[in-house]
């Protein structure tokens, strides 16, 4: 009897948990984004008759589920506490969790991107069509955490970021001009503040390193243009709510031993307002500080410097006595390095590949009447995106 009503109970308890679930989830308001996961939620489908008997209606409305479950967040979170404290797993979700509190993503060739050979003789065709018109082509490889600290990894964990790096760099020919900072960050390697803990980008203070670098680089062969302007000309100051970054999304902070913060930088110097443009308006500014004060711990902070991603932008500058106009080729490793490179010239022109396909790179340029086009991009990012050595025609 005792037996029949213990059952009893365990089937009552079990349909009660469903239904309350089923309560939640349907009084429970959509989600449209995850900062966890850094990505749009699917939301309800529409029934249609086609969509229906296509058998497309319950696929998406299965996906729509898994995605709005009631308390997911805390579900993935509680996963990474077993991963952790039981399993002692220290590689989830590809992402390697280092003592000192570093996670590191490996940076593995795709099937789906370019080898180092084919992205090199795209740039190198590039620079040569430019150089019969006197423009000159500047490629900076800019190295990212893991590549730098490829040391770190255990035997486990493959990473091919100076391997890739290597061999990209190698096939780098004039007219191009290769800037492999890899030895600029090097130098610089037992400092503090150069790579966020749980985000895969750098911070302002290794851009500025590259910075140098890029305009000594540069003043080789245009002398006309600025030195760059020195660390001590700028104060720098850490900002914001501490947060977790991309690499912790993958994780969650769970793994995450440091959290991180935002670094500032404004110039101690006078100058004139540049004229700051990207998404169709011209009343931009350097810092996107909505962001810089978001209270998510998992929100995309790097969108602080120039609000990330966009399609193109455009900083005039009338603080420099040149008439010198450059174009930067980037990924988002140029984002927190922008702020530097724009005071050199009088009109910079930023465009992302990924996003910008209004017309042709030649085109742009002699429309724009650009004198230099200078890449930005990591290793990382160059072999798996295509589009980055899309230049049209």
């Known amino acids: 009897m005792k037996k029949k009503i213990g059952d009893t109970l365990v089937v009552i308890s079990f349909f009660l948990v469903i239904f309350v679930i089923g309560i939640i989830y349907f009084v429970s308001p959509d989600k449209a984004q995850s900062e966890l996961e850094n990505r749009k939620l699917d939301q309800r489908p529409d029934a249609t008759l086609q969509s229906l008997l296509s058998g497309d209606y319950f696929k998406r409305f299965g996906a729509y589920y898994t995605d709005q479950f009631p308390a997911r967040n805390q579900m993935i979170e509680y996963n990474a506490v077993v991963n952790k404290f039981v399993l002692q797993k220290d590689v989830i979700q590809s992402i390697y969790v280092h003592d000192d509190g570093y996670l590191m993503d490996p940076v593995v060739p795709s099937d789906h991107g370019l080898t180092p050979k084919e992205i090199a003789a795209k740039i190198n065709s590039f620079g040569e069509k430019l150089s019969n018109e006197d423009i ?21 964990v493959e990473s091919y970021g100076n391997d890739l790096s290597d061999r990209l760099m190698d096939q780098i020919k004039s007219p191009v001009k290769g800037i492999d900072l890899r030895g600029t960050i090097k130098d610089h390697m037992d400092e503090s503040n150069l790579y966020f803990y749980t985000d895969h980008h750098w911070k302002p203070k290794a851009a500025h390193y590259a910075y140098e670098e890029i305009m000594n680089q540069m003043r080789e062969d245009n002398r006309s243009l600025p030195q760059a302007i020195s660390h001590d000309q700028f104060t720098w100051e850490e900002m914001g709510e501490p947060f977790y970054g991309s690499d912790a999304r993958k994780t969650t902070k769970t793994y995450a031993k440091k959290a991180d913060s935002l670094t500032v930088v404004r110039p101690k110097f006078d100058e004139k307002p540049l004229e700051i443009c990207y998404r169709n308006k011209c009343d931009k500014s350097m810092y996107d ?10 929100a995309n902070k790097y969108r602080v410097y120039f609000s990330g991603d966009f399609s193109e932008g455009i900083v005039r500058n009338p603080n420099v006595g040149n008439d010198t106009k450059l174009l930067i080729l980037k990924d988002s490793y140029a984002n927190s390095m ?22 042709s790179i030649y085109a742009y340029i002699e429309e724009h009447d650009i004198d ?14 295509p589009s980055f050595v899309e230049f049209g025609e």
Do not use: G
């Not at 000159?136 to 486990?156: G, I, R, S, W």
């Open 136 to 156: 000159n082509v500047y490629f900076a490889l800019t190295p990212n955490k893991t590549t730098m600290m490829e040391y770190k990894l255990p035997d486990y």
């Open 289 to 298: 500080m909505e962001e810089l004060s978001s209270k998510d711990v998992y």
């Open 338 to 359: 922008l702020q530097f490179v724009v005071r050199n010239f009088s009109e910079t022109r930023i465009l992302d590949l990924r996003h910008y396909d209004k017309e």
């Open 372 to 385: 230099n086009v200078l890449f930005i991009h990591n290793i990382n990012s160059i072999v798996l995106t």
